[in-house]
């Protein structure tokens, strides 16, 4: 008894020391606290006064409008000034700094891989953790900035391997790969938004920075995630640039129409800070600044039903050096993609299916080669090579639970097939890039409302051709059967088949 009266008695005296503490704190907030209270009322004594004297102006008999008038004009500046006022107290009250998110994940993917010689590589438990630390502020109602932090890595320190993992921290993918324990800017830039452009009702924004444009159309399903605005099937990488979108719903009568222009820069030919001549191209490099521009157009979205098309177009994009491994400029890449999408089947058959959603999406990448002595093709061709991919899923309410929600994904490639989705998030390597047939099911259900989910996932790669995760050139995009890989003595190093069966917790708030 003794014990916890002394308890008591320590925890009384610590609490009122701190409150002492704190005192000059409270009595500043108090203060602020009744100045607002004071504008406020003096505020809504300007308005009524306001919505007085208008009235007074509207009518034709006032002998004193122009007197009327002035002392209208000199409220309404008084007005303005009151707040601005209540604005400055807010953003000292209610704090004028960067509004913090998290998104962490611990993930364990068991990894399965059988060669083209018939031979099998595999890991049974890789563990790793995934933050994104989601930042943003609105400075007013026009101007916005939203950036994320990420830090992406297996448990402990890596072993040795026996290939180069120069290619892991690669710009386009830095903040994808499980890698180090490096925390890096996956996105940061400034969005400015309007009602109106050149007085029509045409909604617009402008962006630029490090945009977001992985986890985009469809692919942001299974990954549980808001969609970015690049459509997946063709686009999924990190990348720095501007965007500019036009909503154009008013001008077409049509739900949710818009389109939307992006241009950016994937590597930047720029010598080292302390060379020479730094920060420029030195002319003896043998790559060049990549640059990619494109349009999304969204002609119809409901919410129900929705459909959309992309365009891309990439320059001077590389591939290893033979030999050598350096990198080399090798060509430029067309990409268009479109897709079509039902969410919530039919109109009230059943709550199962107007809680179900369907997709289907189609794609084509033709190569540019760039020819010349010395050049080494695209795809392991001079010519202009054109591949094709479709993708379709489903994702579905669980029988077995209340919130979750079961996937269903199919998608096929051709042997000339190349996106740049080497962003996806897979341990096995992009599905969508596959040269070949993929197949995906998973399962997510909430454990606690949205905050801590949980996910099953499998994913089955059979490929036809070699070349899936490469590049863009003849030496890591040169598309081989399993036969051919084998006559070539690299039956040892193409894989034929790769799973991963995947399980995750992730917390977000």
């Not at 208008?54 to 007197?67: A, E, G, I, R, V």
């Not at 040795?160 to 940061?188: C, H, K, N």
Request: with cysteine; net charge negative; aromatic share 12%.
């Amino acid at each position: 008894m003794k014990q916890r009266i002394l308890g008591s008695v320590i925890t009384a005296a610590l609490l009122t020391t701190n409150a002492f503490s704190d005192d000059s704190l409270i009595q500043r907030f108090e203060k602020m606290e009744r100045e607002m209270a004071a504008l406020k009322a003096e505020l809504e004594s300007i308005k009524a006064e306001n919505s007085r004297l208008s009235t007074q102006l509207s009518t034709p008999s006032n002998t004193n409008s122009k007197q009327d008038a002035t002392t209208s004009a000199n409220i309404n500046e008084t007005l303005e000034d009151i707040q601005d006022q209540i604005s400055t107290i807010n953003k000292k009250t209610n704090g004028d700094n960067l509004k913090f998110g998290v998104d962490f994940r611990t993930s364990v993917d068991n990894l399965h891989y059988k060669m083209a010689d018939g031979s099998t590589h595999k890991n049974d438990a890789v563990f790793s953790n995934r933050l994104w630390l989601n930042m943003g502020y609105a400075a007013n109602k026009n101007i916005s900035f939203t950036g994320q932090l990420a830090y992406n890595k297996i448990f402990g320190e890596r072993a040795q391997t026996t290939q180069s993992p120069a290619m892991e921290g690669f710009d386009w993918i830095s903040g994808e790969s499980a890698y180090d324990d490096t925390l890096r800017v996956r996105s940061a830039y400034f969005l400015y938004t309007d009602d109106e452009l050149a007085g029509l009702e045409i909604p617009w924004t402008f962006s630029i920075g490090r945009r977001p444009s992985t986890e985009g159309h469809l692919i942001n399903f299974r990954d549980d995630v808001k969609t970015s605005s690049p459509l997946a099937h063709a686009i999924n990488v990190e990348f720095d640039g501007a965007s500019a979108k036009f909503g154009t719903e008013e001008l077409t009568g049509l739900a949710g129409s818009y389109f939307k222009l992006c241009a950016g820069r994937g590597m930047s030919e720029a010598e080292p800070r302390f060379s020479s001549a730094p920060y420029t191209g030195n002319g003896s490099s043998k790559t060049n600044n990549i640059d990619m521009a494109g349009i999304i157009v969204v002609p119809y979205d409901d919410k129900q039903f929705s459909t959309g098309f992309q365009y891309t177009y990439a320059n001077n994009l590389i591939d290893q050096e033979a030999p050598g491994g350096n990198m080399e400029t090798v060509g430029g890449l067309h990409t268009a993609t479109a897709f079509a999408m039902v969410n919530g089947i039919g109109d009230g058959w059943s709550e199962f299916l107007d809680d179900s959603l369907i997709f289907i999406s189609g794609a084509v990448s033709k190569t540019d080669p760039y020819k010349g002595s010395g050049k080494q093709g695209m795809l392991g061709s001079f010519d202009s090579e054109t591949g094709y991919s479709y993708w379709i899923g489903t994702q579905f309410p669980s029988l077995i639970s209340e919130e979750g929600r079961w996937g269903i994904e199919f998608n096929h490639g051709s042997s000339f097939w190349r996106p740049l989705t080497y962003g996806e998030d897979t341990l096995i390597g992009s599905k969508i890039a596959a040269r070949g047939d993929a197949y995906e099911v998973y399962f997510t259900e909430p454990l606690v409302d949205d905050i801590l989910t949980f996910q099953l996932r499998y994913t089955y790669i059979n490929y036809d051709y070699s070349g899936s995760n490469g590049f863009f050139g003849s030496v890591t995009g040169t598309p081989m059967s399993m036969d051919q890989a084998i006559g070539a003595g690299y039956g040892d190093n193409v894989v034929d088949k790769a799973q991963d069966i995947r399980a995750y917790l992730r917390y977000k708030f």
